[in-house]
């Protein structure tokens, strides 16, 4: 099926196309598929074989995404189809992010209407494109997203943030929140473990920011590969300088997958270790996922300190008050998120 943010290239590459889509721009001859593997070049036209396949839906909470604070308590509605630009050797849904050998693509057909309905039928306040890389199936995000708003609910992604500047200034409109995966702060680690590069990321998270979407950062800790304590300071300086102090960051263990599924998990001291160092860079809200731990699991407030949500795992408690959504029920400091 046809899609948008491409163009035909002239000259001497005659027949093929530039995909528009992502920042890897492919440059596909007649008959190649791009980097995601889901987006070809057939007879000139740039089509993809997602545009209406979901393999996944599911009712969760926003927590899991992970957003602490965009709508906390609320149920949404999740939808995940096939590929990825990125080829992590740690990739946790990697049964999803490439096609398979054979050529035939996994799932079923869907259409927008058909999502919103869902996730109406199950109240779920927003709409979340995740499981796999929501660039690569752009077209359904973009349409459901725009039915979504339409629909009075919000739309958010779960995302490598590595999107083409035009993508991100078409779904501006139309998704409210994203969670960018910062996978680690070196460039080389991007380009050996995930076949891109750190730039394009660091920029549209400052796109991001700039557009106004909810934003928190996500970043899977690795033992041996990402989790120097200069490289997570590197990570939380930027944040806090580039995204704001108030930009919430995920720190997550990693537990084996894919082609490093015999290299350790990421121990409990670790995580609180890189939790320390966000805080010391000025952070105000470090948060601890994949692990239990005392640290990194509720909201307190950056004024007086005091408790403002207490989380076990994905049950929340909010000491806000309902008439004061967003604020301090000991100080009334407003704490920034999406609250309503």
């Known amino acids: 099926m046809q899609t948008q943010l491409w163009q035909p290239l002239q000259g001497h590459d005659q027949g093929s196309v530039l995909c528009r889509l992502c920042a890897h721009g492919c440059r596909l001859k007649k008959g190649a598929k791009g980097l995601c593997g889901v987006r070809a070049n057939i007879n000139g036209e740039l089509v993809s074989v997602v545009r209406d396949v979901v393999t996944a839906v599911n009712l969760d909470p926003v927590e899991k995404k992970p957003l602490y604070h965009f709508l906390p308590g609320s149920r949404t509605f999740s939808v995940g189809s096939v590929g990825c630009n990125f080829s992590c050797k740690f990739c946790q849904n990697s049964d999803i992010a490439h096609i398979p050998a054979n050529g035939v693509v996994p799932g079923r057909r869907t259409t927008p209407e058909d999502l919103i309905l869902l996730a109406q039928e199950n109240r779920a306040r927003s709409m979340a494109f995740t499981y796999n890389e929501p660039t690569v199936f752009f077209e359904l995000v973009y349409e459901t997203a725009s039915l979504a708003v339409a629909r009075g609910m919000r739309s958010l992604l779960v995302t490598n943030g590595y999107m083409s500047t035009d993508c991100l200034t078409v779904l501006s409109r139309s998704v409210q929140a994203a969670n960018v995966d910062l996978k680690a702060f070196s460039d080389s680690f991007y380009r050996q473990y995930c076949g891109a590069r750190l730039q394009?990321?660091?920029?549209?998270?400052?796109?991001?920011?700039?557009?106004?979407?909810?934003?928190?950062?996500?970043?899977?800790?690795?033992?041996?590969?990402?989790?120097?304590?200069?490289?997570?300071?590197?990570?939380?300086?930027?944040?806090r300088q580039e995204l704001g102090a108030d930009t919430p960051w995920h720190i997550s263990a990693f537990h084996g997958a894919h082609l490093m599924a015999d290299h350790p998990s990421t121990p409990l001291a670790k995580l609180e270790e890189a939790w320390a160092i966000g805080r010391d860079e000025g952070l105000h809200f470090v948060y601890i996922g994949n692990a239990q731990s005392a640290l990194g699991g509720n909201t307190f407030c950056p004024q007086c300190g005091n408790l403002v949500i207490e989380r076990r795992g994905y049950n929340i408690r909010s000491l806000m008050q309902a008439d004061a959504p967003g604020a301090c029920p000991s100080c009334h400091a407003a704490l920034t998120g999406v609250w309503i």
Not at 215 to 229: F, K, M, Q, R
């Open 200 to 239: 394009p990321v660091l920029d549209n998270l400052k796109t991001i920011r700039a557009m106004g979407w909810w934003l928190e950062v996500t970043t899977l800790v690795i033992p041996g590969v990402n989790d120097s304590p200069g490289e997570l300071k590197a990570a939380a300086s930027f944040i």
